[in-house]
């Protein structure tokens, strides 16, 4: 089950499971582990340890999860340039000795606590608690190695190697499909298929593909002839394991339930089980237990590990998720005081008769005030970007727990006749009054280019040499206003660069005119692009983090801008590099026919030996002469000249040597030539 902490609207409704199971107890003969992305900050680090409870604990083993530990699990499956360079992923492992799998997850937005389980279950692991998370928001398909390093360093038992393979594979299977018939389904019928195929003990390729053809069509899905060989191989494979069903049955009827939840709510547009009576029932049984302070048997014990996360430690705009509805309880009472106590009225014109200042906070200092260190590398970006940090102090200020918005509220006489006083209660007391704020350019509005967060945050890269970085909005009212954009190194939140919007030498805007632009970009019918020009390229094997301003957008008259403190999507814009790549030194008026281009090619040396810049097209035509191709050994720079104006693509074929000549990567760069 999903829940978001910002918008604090997506629950599912109670497993008919939960009374069902007793308390799960630990395992008395093994410990926690606890395992961290080795590209993780300082500051990071002590973020997701908090998370996880456990900051300050001595006895806990701590595993380092590197990029090449990640490629070594996910390479047979995943192409290397998508695993990326970086790791951020962390897990806490805690065997049980019953209950199945339970998984809870934070700022994993494409693998889901349901496909972790399920895939633990494949890898032969029968019973464990398992939280994973990120510092900020990643894909997570990275996040399976490091919960099978840990759970192997915690029970003392070594899983067979075939079928942590299996495992993976399985997760990469179900991500692929979800990319066609979405998430909840690729893994119910991942899921239920592999219940029948086990269950059933059947080995012959003719039942399997009768098996999931039968379950597509009972779930309503129609599977794509590469996503049906694809999940026909996955059962292959595991109906040549010894699988004991009854070892696995707990959790994989769990998540059977979990999904049949979630499907319901997608097409009921409610948040009813698949059995409404039977919830209605259980929901009923439950407020009647809470009256006589008699509460039901949790499936999960008072320690769990999945109970006793400390979630304002990743601070707000988080997506949380879990096997079980009761590991979620505290983060949704979190989240409902958040929302009412950031509940503020403002009008939309921007002058000093508001009575408060707005102020965005980009750190995730701890609100206890342990060391009173921040608990973000994204704390020193978001000083050098202009942003203050302001604790709750005797001057009347209030800072909303969990959150990224300080309001400093000024005295006036206006506010001495009762205003000021009615608003204060209004924030520290968590009242329900509704938001009035207007006049806000919201990220929903926004395409943010490149921002692999997205998608696959942990998986995916761009090529290294862009020089620039776009916002695409379907809006034609939008110009640059005296905001700024900030790049930061992600790795230690040094600034980079900062790039003033209304510089006109370094931001220009332009019309999207192209019809397939913009029907990727979500089906708009216009729209406007803003792109930002660096000044040096984005290098090689690097990760990124960007800054948008209050301010960095308005609208022409003025009524709204972007507002970040109002809006922190804004401030996670997130991406990597890949080890290669090609880059022209474009400006704003693009490059000149028959003018010398200077531009930087990126050679991984590792993979590569040899780079061929073997073809530049012009509006689709071939313009490079036979013979003409610019050959590169390692890393450096070039110049060359194009001939005629159009849209120019810069192509690069990259081999493993001169001699063998075996492609082993292509990368391109698209300029326009004036």
Same mark, same amino acid.
């Given at each position: 089950?999903?829940?978001?902490?910002?918008?604090?609207?997506?629950?599912?409704?109670?497993?008919?499971?939960?009374?069902?199971?007793?308390?799960?107890?630990?395992?008395?003969?093994?410990?926690?582990?606890?395992?961290?992305?080795?590209?993780?900050?300082?500051?990071?680090?002590?973020?997701?340890?908090?998370?996880?409870?456990?900051?300050?604990?001595?006895?806990?083993?701590?595993? %380092?999860?590197?990029?090449?530990?990640?490629?070594?699990?996910?390479?047979?499956?995943?192409?290397?340039?998508?695993?990326?360079?970086? +790791?951020?992923?962390?897990?806490?492992?805690?065997?049980? %000795?019953?209950?199945?799998?339970?998984?809870?997850?934070?700022?994993?937005?494409?693998?889901?606590?349901?496909?972790?389980?399920?895939?633990?279950?494949?890898?032969? &692991? &029968?019973?464990?608690?398992?939280?994973?998370? #990120?510092?900020?928001?990643?894909?997570?398909?990275?996040?399976? @190695?490091?919960?099978?390093? #840990?759970?192997?360093?915690?029970?003392?038992?070594?899983?067979?190697? +075939?079928?942590?393979?299996?495992?993976?594979?399985?997760?990469?299977?179900?991500?692929?499909?979800?990319?066609?018939?979405?998430?909840?389904?690729?893994?119910?019928?991942?899921?239920?298929?592999?219940?029948?195929?086990?269950?059933?003990?059947?080995?012959?390729?003719?039942?399997?593909? &009768?098996?999931?053809?039968?379950?597509?069509?009972?779930?309503?899905?129609?599977?794509?002839?590469?996503?049906?060989?694809?999940?026909?191989?996955?059962?292959?494979?595991?109906?040549?394991?010894?699988?004991?069903?009854?070892?696995?049955?707990?959790?994989?009827?769990?998540?059977?339930?979990?999904?049949?939840?979630?499907?319901?709510?997608?097409?009921?547009?409610?948040?009813?089980?698949?059995?409404?009576?039977?919830?209605?029932?259980?929901?009923?049984?439950?407020?009647?237990?809470?009256?006589?302070?008699?509460?039901?048997?949790?499936?999960?014990?008072?320690?769990?590990?999945?109970?006793?996360?400390?979630?304002?430690?990743?601070?707000?705009?988080?997506?949380?998720?879990?096997?079980?509805?009761?590991?979620?309880?505290?983060?949704?009472?979190?989240?409902?005081?958040?929302?009412?106590?950031?509940?503020?009225?403002?009008?939309?014109?921007?002058?000093?008769?508001?009575?408060?200042?707005?102020?965005?906070?980009?750190?995730?200092?701890?609100?206890?005030?342990?060391?009173?260190?921040?608990?973000?590398?994204?704390?020193?970006?978001?000083?050098? #970007?202009?942003?203050?940090?302001?604790?709750?102090?005797?001057?009347?200020?209030?800072?909303?727990?969990?959150?990224?918005?300080?309001?400093?509220?000024?005295?006036?006489?206006?506010?001495?006749?009762?205003?000021?006083?009615?608003?204060?209660?209004?924030?520290?007391?968590?009242?329900?009054?509704?938001?009035?704020?207007?006049?806000?350019?919201?990220?929903?509005?926004?395409?943010?280019?490149?921002?692999?967060?997205?998608?696959?945050?942990?998986?995916?890269?761009?090529?290294?040499?862009?020089?620039?970085?776009?916002?695409?909005?379907?809006?034609?009212?939008?110009? /640059?206003?005296?905001? +700024?954009? !900030?790049?930061?190194?992600?790795?230690?939140?040094?600034?980079?660069?900062?790039?003033?919007?209304?510089?006109?030498?370094?931001?220009?805007?332009? /019309?999207? @005119?192209?019809?397939?632009?913009?029907?990727?970009?979500?089906?708009?019918?216009?729209?406007?692009?803003?792109?930002?020009?660096?000044?040096?390229?984005?290098?090689?094997?690097?990760?990124?983090?960007?800054?948008?301003?209050?301010?960095?957008?308005?609208?022409?008259?003025?009524?709204?801008?972007?507002?970040?403190?109002?809006?922190?999507?804004?401030?996670?814009?997130?991406?990597?590099?890949?080890?290669?790549?090609?880059?022209?030194?474009?400006?704003?008026?693009?490059? %000149?026919?028959?003018?010398?281009?200077?531009? +930087?090619?990126?050679?991984? !040396?590792?993979?590569?030996?040899?780079?061929?810049?073997?073809?530049?097209?012009?509006?689709?035509?071939?313009?490079?002469?036979?013979?003409?191709?610019?050959?590169? @050994?390692? !890393?450096?720079?070039?110049?060359?000249?194009?001939?005629?104006?159009?849209?120019?693509?810069?192509?690069?074929?990259?081999?493993?040597? #001169?001699?063998?000549?075996?492609?082993?990567?292509?990368?391109?760069?698209?300029?326009?030539?004036?």
């Amino acid at each position: 089950m999903k829940f978001t902490k910002k918008l604090a609207a997506v629950l599912m409704s109670a497993l008919t499971l939960a009374a069902a199971i007793p308390s799960v107890p630990a395992m008395a003969d093994s410990q926690k582990v606890v395992t961290l992305g080795a590209d993780l900050s300082e500051e990071q680090r002590t973020m997701i340890l908090k998370y996880f409870g456990i900051y300050g604990e001595s006895n806990i083993e701590t595993l %380092t999860i590197t990029n090449e530990d990640e490629r070594e699990h996910l390479g047979s499956y995943i192409p290397l340039e998508q695993i990326g360079t970086r +790791t951020y992923s962390c897990a806490l492992v805690s065997p049980t %000795t019953s209950g199945g799998i339970q998984v809870k997850t934070a700022n994993l937005t494409y693998v889901t606590s349901n496909m972790i389980a399920s895939t633990l279950s494949t890898a032969g &692991v &029968v019973n464990c608690e398992v939280l994973a998370a #990120a510092p900020f928001a990643v894909s997570g398909t990275g996040a399976l @190695t490091g919960v099978l390093m #840990a759970y192997e360093t915690a029970s003392g038992e070594t899983l067979d190697e +075939t079928k942590k393979e299996t495992a993976t594979q399985e997760l990469v299977t179900t991500t692929t499909i979800s990319d066609s018939v979405g998430t909840v389904e690729a893994t119910q019928i991942v899921n239920e298929t592999k219940i029948q195929v086990i269950q059933g003990d059947v080995v012959s390729t003719g039942d399997i593909e &009768v098996i999931v053809d039968t379950v597509a069509e009972e779930e309503n899905v129609t599977l794509s002839d590469e996503d049906r060989a694809l999940l026909v191989e996955l059962m292959e494979k595991i109906a040549e394991q010894d699988y004991n069903y009854e070892e696995m049955s707990e959790t994989l009827e769990r998540v059977e339930e979990n999904l049949d939840s979630l499907l319901n709510e997608e097409n009921d547009g409610t948040e009813s089980s698949s059995d409404e009576e039977s919830t209605e029932s259980e929901e009923s049984a439950q407020e009647a237990a809470s009256e006589t302070d008699e509460s039901e048997e949790s499936a999960l014990s008072e320690d769990s590990i999945l109970l006793n996360t400390d979630e304002s430690a990743l601070g707000s705009d988080v997506v949380f998720d879990a096997t079980d509805e009761s590991a979620l309880s505290e983060t949704e009472a979190s989240a409902e005081a958040e929302t009412e106590t950031e509940s503020v009225s403002i009008e939309t014109e921007a002058s000093d008769d508001y009575g408060f200042d707005i102020t965005v906070s980009d750190t995730y200092e701890d609100s206890t005030g342990d060391d009173g260190s921040s608990d973000s590398a994204d704390a020193d970006a978001s000083a050098d #970007a202009g942003s203050s940090t302001e604790n709750a102090a005797d001057d009347g200020s209030v800072q909303t727990e969990g959150s990224d918005i300080v309001v400093d509220f000024e005295t006036s006489d206006a506010e001495e006749t009762g205003e000021t006083e009615a608003s204060e209660a209004e924030t520290e007391t968590g009242s329900e009054t509704e938001s009035t704020i207007q006049g806000i350019i919201s990220i929903a509005e926004l395409v943010l280019e490149p921002n692999t967060d997205e998608d696959a945050a942990e998986t995916a890269a761009i090529e290294a040499g862009r020089n620039y970085l776009t916002i695409s909005t379907w809006r034609t009212d939008l110009v /640059a206003g005296t905001g +700024t954009i !900030s790049v930061y190194d992600a790795a230690d939140g040094s600034l980079i660069e900062t790039v003033e919007m209304s510089d006109a030498t370094k931001v220009i805007s332009e /019309a999207i @005119t192209d019809v397939e632009k913009l029907y990727e970009m979500g089906g708009w019918t216009e729209g406007t692009e803003f792109r930002i020009y660096l000044s040096s390229p984005l290098a090689a094997d690097m990760s990124y983090y960007i800054v948008i301003s209050d301010d960095a957008l308005t609208t022409e008259d003025g009524s709204a801008s972007i507002q970040t403190a109002l809006d922190d999507y804004l401030l996670n814009w997130h991406f990597d590099t890949l080890s290669y790549g090609i880059g022209v030194d474009e400006t704003v008026d693009g490059v %000149t026919a028959n003018s010398a281009v200077t531009g +930087t090619l990126y050679v991984d !040396s590792e993979v590569s030996a040899y780079a061929l810049l073997d073809s530049i097209t012009v509006d689709g035509v071939e313009t490079l002469e036979d013979g003409a191709a610019i050959a590169f @050994t390692e !890393s450096s720079t070039f110049e060359l000249t194009i001939g005629q104006s159009g849209e120019a693509v810069i192509h690069v074929s990259y081999y493993d040597s #001169a001699e063998t000549m075996n492609l082993v990567n292509e990368a391109a760069y698209t300029v326009t030539v004036k």
